[in-house]
């Protein structure tokens, strides 16, 4: 077993209790409408029951006792009269999945307003097979609480993917259009059974050769293979790209020759994809061309595409991630780690306020066709961030989160790292905003500020990996992502379980053990890394690893040094009111939460606070011998969890158990890489020897400053 068929596996279901019941309950299927989305629901749905319940399933035609009736209104007479009677307010993709007499014969329903419902639902009746649920007396109604539920690809054309770490793009622009790989029909799949309606094809640092003919149509025919899985296609627009395709001196935002370009363009891509979901766009930040370059705002920018995209009902998806204001010049793009001249300008010498500066003045100048996409911290994706401040700070305009499935700063996929809870962590925390329970999932989904229109976007960790991830356990995260993108309120455990359920067996002596190393993951890994609100600390330009030492990148805010600002005194960044004030950007019950040292959780201790080496912190502990302790417990966990993987030996089939266990085996010798490094590193500042019991290293400083990653992968560039 290599991992392709990812949690659609449906393996055959063993327990004769089971077996019994399910056959008892089914008889066929019986659905009247010959769309293409219900009759890949219809066929999902026979190929699930007929490898789990191993026997053949039979297109009925009328309802027969048993049967599983798919459809929607219009399909179905039965569902018609069933959905007018009740008071189900499905929208156009929730669903109904309910037991019920109908003709006098027992049935189950799988109804919804829109066909696409039905194959949300049919995936969630599957789910409970899966996972051994009963299917008796069911009366399921589940409704998204997110409309946009989207993923971003950061592929490039020739292949390459930033941050990348599972092979090259599973998009092949060479055999495309004449050519649809079974991958696409499989990742659609997967996608609709988590309830992702969108995929961004390409990177944000983008390359506005995909807005010509010769790609759109090759564009086109992804979009016609991933439309009946109910998954609209979006495109990175590059800013200059009215330069690049068009001749135009220009693409200053408010230039008439600009706006005729773009809209032009739209009606071009409409005419070949008439759902075409819209754009999204990266400006003015990391050396991408933006309307700051014309001396326009971000509002003027994103409102000119917005313009174009409004008669076809698109949408810009304008990213929020800028750190930078300086104008660059057409076409120039510069990375952390490269970049030559430049002049840089950090809101009061603070990255972290950076995107609230820019951003929140504008709030109220954006088309009713824009969101916001904001990263779910202030910085960029790290094992752990406070929430970004703009969430519940700009209520006339939709902010979208954006989430990193891929994990750039999580060990890439080399490591476990489980990230339901990094999600979840942020989506509950609460802005205050308007008052307790303004939470950040709640700003997102629109109910807060009673937006109609929602997004949450997440980087994707995919790549032609034959398991798509690298890691196996990569995954979940993307499982994750979209079962919290469609519910929130769901437990990072219960997604877990139905994970491992799903994509491995339902042993109760394998789910545990491993529900266990998941839930610990990501935690352990936050440990050895970045404990105690350390952020950013990785190595330059590929982040493989530790490099807090790094001070002579191009911009300050590109050395770690400028993030953890270690010296003689103490460690962390001063973001209160006697450091930059960061804080100041969050409602006043946030702010309080973390502007006291001597209360401030010590997760985020170091994000808000300079604190002394021997200082006493809320832990017990002197600071110094907590960062010890826990750059100690992060490698003592990976041990435990390689130690627990061992055990399950003959619980899963040896490809993937071996698969695993060499992967948790570089994970050891990275955590332990990681606590060394850092803490050879921070002794010297702190002078303060290592606590007793504590794991000497056993290489000095200057070899872990020696080391060099030519081959650490995810890099990319902008081909
Ligand atoms: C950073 C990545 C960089 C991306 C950038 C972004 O290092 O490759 O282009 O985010 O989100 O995390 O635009």
């Known amino acids: 077993n290599d991992g392709y068929k990812l949690w659609l596996e449906y393996q055959k279901v063993s327990a004769p209790r089971l077996v019994r019941q399910y056959n008892e309950a089914i008889s066929g299927i019986v659905v009247k409408s010959q769309s293409a989305t219900l009759k890949i629901a219809e066929s999902e749905l026979r190929l699930a029951l007929e490898r789990m319940l191993d026997k053949k399933i039979s297109p009925l035609n009328i309802a027969a006792h048993n049967a599983i009736l798919l459809g929607t209104p219009e399909s179905s007479a039965e569902i018609k009269t069933m959905l007018s009677s009740g008071n189900f307010s499905l929208g156009d993709e929730g669903f109904v999945i309910q037991s019920r007499r109908i003709n006098n014969m027992t049935t189950t329903v799988i109804a919804a307003n829109k066909d696409i419902g039905v194959l949300y639902g049919v995936f969630a009746f599957i789910r409970l097979i899966q996972t051994h649920q009963p299917i008796n007396n069911l009366s399921i109604i589940n409704v998204p609480k997110i409309k946009n539920r989207v993923l ?15 092979g090259i793009s599973i998009w092949n622009w060479h055999t495309l259009p004449g050519y649809i790989d079974q991958r696409y029909i499989d990742y659609a799949r997967a996608n609709a059974s988590i309830g992702i309606n969108g995929t961004v094809l390409t990177n944000v640092n983008a390359n506005s050769q995909v807005l010509t003919q010769e790609y759109l149509v090759k564009v086109k025919a992804l979009a016609d293979a991933f439309r009946p899985y109910g998954i609209k296609v979006y495109l990175t627009a590059k800013f200059s790209a009215p330069i690049e395709l068009g001749g135009i001196k220009t693409a200053d935002p408010l230039n008439q020759e600009v706006i005729n370009w773009w809209k032009n363009k739209c009606r071009e891509i409409y005419s070949l994809i008439p759902d075409f979901g819209g754009f999204l766009v990266k400006a003015n930040s990391e050396g991408q061309p933006g309307p700051q370059g014309y001396g326009k705002t971000h509002a003027d920018g994103a409102n000119m595409f917005a313009g174009a995209l409004e008669p076809y009902g698109g949408i810009v998806m304008w990213r929020a991630f800028v750190y ?61 961030e406070p929430f970004s401040p703009l969430f519940g700070a700009m209520p006339q305009t939709p902010l979208m989160m954006e989430f990193q499935i891929t994990q750039e700063y999580v060990g890439q996929s080399t490591t ?42 997440g980087v994707a960790n995919i790549g032609n990996d034959r398991n798509w991830t690298g890691h196996l356990f990569g995954q979940a995260n993307w499982y994750a992502f979209g079962r919290l993108a469609w519910n929130y309120d769901l437990s990072p455990e219960t997604i877990a379980e139905e994970w491992i359920r799903q994509t491995f067996n339902n042993n109760d002596a394998f789910i545990n053990p491993v529900k266990r190393i998941m839930s610990a993951s990501r935690e352990a890994v936050i440990n050895y890394m970045t404990p105690l609100g350390l952020n950013h600390i990785m190595g330059t330009s590929h982040h493989y690893g530790p490099a807090p030492w790094v001070k002579n990148a191009g911009r300050a805010d590109w050395n770690p040094v400028y993030y953890h600002k270690a010296d003689s005194v103490g460690i962390g960044f001063d973001r209160t009111k006697t450091g930059s004030d960061a804080l100041a950007q969050y409602a006043p019950e946030v702010r309080q939460q973390w502007s006291d040292m001597n209360t401030c959780d010590y997760r985020y201790l170091l994000w808000f606070h300079h604190v002394p080496w021997n200082y006493k912190i809320n832990t017990g502990s002197t600071l110094w011998n907590e960062l010890c302790y826990r750059y100690q417990s992060g490698v003592d966990t990976v041990r435990w969890m390689q130690q627990t993987w061992d055990g399950l030996d003959n619980l899963v089939d040896k490809e993937r158990f071996q698969h695993v266990r060499m992967l948790l085996g570089i994970q050891e010798q990275e955590a332990v890489w990681w606590r060394n490094a850092c803490l050879l590193y921070f002794q010297t500042f702190s002078k303060m020897p290592f606590p007793p019991g504590f794991e000497e290293p056993y290489k000095d400083l200057s070899y872990y400053q020696s080391l060099k990653f030519p081959l650490a992968p995810g890099i990319g560039g902008n081909l």
């Open 152 to 166: 971003n690809h950061w592929d490039n054309l020739n292949r390459s993917v930033e941050r990348g770490y599972a």
């Open 324 to 384: 930078d204001v300086r104008v660059q010049k057409e076409g120039e793009h510069f990375t952390e780690g490269s970049g030559g001249e430049h002049t840089q300008t950090i809101a009061s010498g603070d990255r972290f306020k950076q995107a609230y500066a820019e951003f929140k003045p504008l709030d109220g100048q954006f088309k009713k066709n824009v969101l916001l996409q904001v990263k779910n911290g202030p910085i960029d994706f790290q094992p752990r």
């Open 416 to 457: 476990l790292a489980y990230l339901a809870p990094m999600f979840k962590e942020c989506l509950d925390a609460d802005t205050y905003s308007k008052g307790k329970g303004s939470t950040v999932a709640r700003v997102i989904d629109g109910t807060i500020d009673g937006h109609t229109v929602s997004g949450i976007a």
